[in-house]
DNA sequence: CAGAATCTGAGGTACGTAAATCAGAAAACT
DNA sequence: AGTTTTCTGATTTACGTACCTCAGATTCTG
C-alpha cells in the first residue's frame, strides 16, 4: 500500500499537523522535528498524493493562451486546437481563457501580457514576438513567477520556461537537405518563398536553407527570397513574376503560407518542367497537392501536439513538478505522399 | 462554479443517493425519476469530477506490459521506457507490471497472456505477434473485457482495442521514395536487408518498399531480400558477400536490426562508391553515421512516445472514456542530419 | 523563576464523490 | 384490506490531503 500522511506521522512519533507542516513549508517546526520527518518520508518513499490535495486545496489552474488573429490555416488549427484542449481541460479543473491579439503586432501582444500580469493566472502561452518589448513584459512576467511557455515562435531561451515550438533553423536545413537530394546534383535555380523576414521563425527558417545550400550543394543557385505575405492571392502574383523573369527554376521552397497561390502557379506549369517543391504546414490544399505529385514533400509541426506540449508543460511548471523533456520535444513532421497521416 | 452531485440533487429535487443511482447505473430508481435527474444533468452541464471520484473509489489502475526478452537497441529502448513509465505512473495510482517473454515465441506469449486473463488485471499492452494461436487468446481477454493495446507489432484490427506502432507498409513506401528520390532517375541495384520475413513488421516494411518500387522507381533493380535476423555479426556477413557478388549495389534499404554489422562493410566502401542507405531506428550508431554521411536517412518509431501512448489509452479504456486519436498516432519519424533531436 | 515566545499535538472541517445502511413512502401483489 | 416488493430520502463513513483552532508542552528571555 502506498504511505499516508498518517503513516509518516506515525513512524516519525509526530502529530498529523506536525508532518503536515513539514510538507507545505509552514513554520512552527524545530529544525530536529523537521529532519526527523523528513527522514520518515524518505524511509517510506513517501509521495503526495496530488489528486487529493488538489482537492482539498480545491485548487484550479487558470491558464491564458495568446494567440494572433491571424487567418491563415495554420493559425486556424492553432486555435480550434486550443478551444479543444480547453473543453478537455474543464474537466480537470483547468480553464483555458483565449485571448485574441491583432498579428505581428508587438504593442497588441504586450499589452494583452500586461493584462495577464495584473490577473497572475497559474500560466501563460502565446506566440511570441521576438521584440525587445516584449522580451521586457516577458521578464517581468519572469520575475511575478507565472510559468510561461511560448509557441510556434520563440524568445531567447533565458526569458521563458519552456518553447512549444519547432526548431526553425533545423527545418531549413532539412528542406535544404531534400531539396538538394531531390534535385541531385544537377546545375539548377532554387527558389525561397517566405511570409515575411520580420517573422523570426520564418528568417531562421531560410538561414538554415540558405546555410545547408552553401555547406552542401554549390550547384544549387539561390534566387533572392521572395516575400508573399503568407497572402495567396500575393504569392501567386509574385511567383507567377519569378516563372517569368526565371522561367527554368527547378525547386521552390515555401517555408510560409499562402501555398494555395503557389499552387494555381504550379499546375499551370508544364508537367516535365515542374520544379521539385518542399512546402510547410500540412493543410488540405498541401496534402492534395502532395498525393497529386506536385508538392514532393512537406515539413509540418503538429499544432494540436503543440498546444497539448504546452498544456501539460504550464500545468507541471504551476505544481512545480518536472517536465518530460523526449514528451514535449515538438519534431518536425517530414511529410511524402507515402506517409500522409 | 463547477456544479457537483448536490447540485444536481438539489436541482432535481431528489436526494443525493438517487443522484449517485443514477450516475453509477445502480438499480433502484423509477424511470421517471431517473430522466429527471439525467436532465438535470444535462441542464447544469455537470461533469463527474474524476479525480475525487477515483480518491473515494480508492480506485487504482494495473497494468500489465509483455515485452520479449530481446537484446536490440530497440528492445532496449522500449524496456527503458517502460521502466520510466511505472516510476512515474506510480504517483497517480497506477501500477505497471512488466513481465518478460522469449521473443518470437507465440507460445511463450500466450502463456503469458492467459495468466493476464487469471488475473484480470485494468488493461494489458504487449508486442504482439501475428499467430492464431495468440489471436484466440486475445479474443478471450477481449471477451473478459480486459483493455488490450498491442505494441509496435500488431494484431488484426478487430481483437484488440488499439495499435501504439506505426503504419509499417507506409514507413516501407516511405523508404522506397527516399531511396528512388535520392538516386534519381538511374538505373541502379538496390539491396533490402530484413531482420527476419516471418516477422510481421518487416513483411510489411518490405511490402509496402516493394510496391513503391514498382509503382515509381522501374529504373531500380530490387535484389532478393537478404535476412540478417537482427544481428549484426550476420548482417556483416551476408552484405560482404552481397558486395562481392555485386559490387554495383547503389542502394540499401535496411529496415531491421544489426546496422552495426551494415556500417562495419560500409566503412569500407570507398566514398565515391558508397550507395544510398535508408536505414531504420535512430540509435547511438546510427545517428552517428547519419552524422557522417554513412546513411542518408533514418526512419524511426519513438518507443518513448508508443510506451506514454499505451498507458494513456488503457487508462481512457478503463474509465471508459474516449482518447485523442491524434494524440495516440505514433508518427514515422524520418531524421536526415539536418532535424536529428 | 515568572512570563513570553515558540513549538507540538489533538481534533475538527473541508474538498467531491462513492457506497453503505436504514427508515419511510409508494406502488404492486394477495 | 393487509402484505410484499420496489423505490426514494436521509444520513453516515470513507478516500488522502489541506488548513484551521485551541490547548498544552517546551524553550527562550529578562
Redesign the pocket.
Known sequence: ??P???DIARSA??????V??V??GR????A???SKVEEAIAALG????LA??N????RTYSFVFILPDYDNSFMKGLRREVVAASERASTERTEIRIVAVPHFDPHALVAALEEVLADKPNGVAFVAIDAPEVREIAAKLNEAGVPMVTLVSDLPASSRDHYAGIDNIAAGRTAGSLLGRFLSGREAKVAVLAGSMLVRDHRERVEGFLAVMAEAYPNLRVLPVIEGRDDSALVEEKVSEAFEVTPDIAGIYSLGGGNRGLLRVLRKVPLEARPVVVAHDLTDATRAALGEGIIDAVLNQDAGHEVRSAVRVLKAKADGLPVIEAQERIRIDIFLKDNLP
Do not use: E, I, Q
Not at 46 to 49: A, E, Q
Open positions: 500500500m502506498k499516508t500522511v498518517h512519533g509526530v502529530s498529523l499537523a506536525t503536515d507542516r510538507l507545505n513554520p512552527g517546526v524545530r530536529v522535528t523537521r513517501f509521495v503526495r498524493d487529493a490535495a482537492l482539498a486545496k480545491s
